[in-house]
């Protein structure tokens, strides 16, 4: 599969990049990674497609480095399934890590020893806080029967910290972490958007607009990438669609 965006050319280059690895692959189509997911959905799920039947899919891929938002039409004729894309948003700086760059600014507030890192030592911080975050996320258990609400731990005080302490300069080893409240808040700004960046909730109403569609002329939502286990974002999203629509993968890879 490739991203929606790729053209001729980006296909063209694909394949002579397989070709010159000693894949052949000049006979093997490109699908869309929207579509991509589409299809897994309905095997994951057993769901079936019946004739003349038509259905409106948003597939939300929320990955490391960018969100990719596509709002799918598929019908069913003569035995022949059709899917035309309707719209696309694809964000290259909207992706998860930029909960770890918020985590990070959070922290340099409360540890003046994480100012002026070098890169390596701040990207070293970066990792320490998706790590952070993984775990945290871990800790809150929603269920699409209860809407996804969060348990009262997901906005606590509780502050969470990595075993091991965070290695800055010339010895120095502190402790960071942050609480859930915190971790709850970013979210909210990552979702919401502030003055001057534009959140999901943003790229998902630009989508709908593209297509001429309101929410309600969507049937399901597949949520997919990394961000699909953040229970955070499960939360956002049912407070956006019905929950009975979500569907998230469980073949999704990144954490």
Same mark, same amino acid.
């Given at each position: 599969?490739?991203?929606? +965006?790729?053209?001729?050319?980006?296909?063209?280059?694909?394949?002579?990049?397989?070709?010159?690895?000693?894949?052949?692959?000049?006979?093997?189509?490109?699908?869309?990674?929207?579509?991509?997911?589409?299809?897994?959905?309905?095997?994951?799920?057993?769901?079936?497609?019946?004739?003349?039947?038509?259905?409106?899919?948003?597939? @939300?891929?929320? +990955?490391?480095?960018?969100?990719?938002?596509?709002?799918?039409?598929?019908?069913?004729?003569?035995?022949?399934?059709?899917?035309?894309? @309707?719209?696309?948003?694809?964000? +290259?700086?909207?992706?998860?890590?930029?909960?770890?760059?918020?985590?990070?600014?959070?922290?340099?507030?409360?540890?003046?020893?994480?100012?002026?890192?070098?890169?390596?030592?701040?990207?070293?911080?970066?990792?320490?806080?998706?790590?952070?975050?993984?775990?945290?996320?871990?800790?809150?258990?929603?269920?699409?029967?209860?809407?996804?609400?969060?348990?009262?731990?997901?906005?606590?005080?509780?502050?969470?910290?990595?075993?091991?302490?965070?290695?800055?300069?010339?010895?120095?080893?502190?402790?960071? +972490?942050?609480?859930?409240?915190?971790? &709850?808040?970013?979210?909210?700004? &990552?979702?919401?958007?502030?003055?001057?960046?534009?959140?999901?909730?943003?790229?998902?109403?630009?989508? @709908?607009?593209?297509?001429?569609?309101?929410?309600?002329?969507?049937?399901?939502?597949?949520?997919?990438?990394?961000?699909?286990?953040?229970?955070?974002?499960?939360?956002?999203?049912?407070?956006?669609?019905?929950?009975?629509?979500?569907?998230?993968?469980?073949?999704?890879?990144?954490?």
């Amino acid at each position: 599969s490739v991203p929606v +965006g790729f053209g001729t050319w980006e296909k063209k280059q694909l394949k002579l990049a397989f070709n010159a690895a000693g894949i052949d692959c000049d006979d093997v189509p490109f699908i869309e990674e929207p579509n991509a997911a589409l299809i897994n959905h309905f095997y994951e799920f057993s769901n079936t497609l019946n004739e003349n039947q038509k259905i409106k899919a948003m597939v @939300l891929d929320i +990955g490391a480095g960018t969100v990719d938002i596509a709002l799918i039409q598929i019908e069913k004729i003569e035995g022949q399934v059709i899917s035309n894309i @309707l719209s696309v948003k694809r964000d +290259g700086k909207m992706g998860s890590e930029q909960i770890d760059i918020s985590m990070a600014e959070v922290m340099k507030l409360s540890f003046p020893e994480l100012n002026s890192l070098s890169d390596g030592i701040y990207h070293k911080l970066l990792f320490y806080c998706e790590e952070l975050k993984k775990i945290m996320c871990k800790h809150v258990i929603t269920d699409k029967h209860v809407n996804f609400k969060l348990p009262d731990i997901a906005k606590s005080e509780l502050n969470i910290s990595l075993p091991n302490p965070f290695h800055v300069t010339n010895g120095t080893v502190i402790q960071i +972490g942050i609480t859930y409240k915190t971790l &709850y808040d970013l979210m909210h700004l &990552y979702w919401y958007g502030t003055e001057n960046k534009i959140g999901i909730q943003q790229s998902i109403n630009d989508s @709908l607009n593209e297509a001429t569609c309101m929410k309600s002329d969507v049937d399901m939502v597949i949520i997919t990438g990394g961000g699909g286990r953040n229970p955070y974002l499960r939360y956002l999203l049912a407070k956006e669609f019905p929950p009975e629509k979500l569907f998230i993968s469980d073949n999704i890879q990144e954490q």
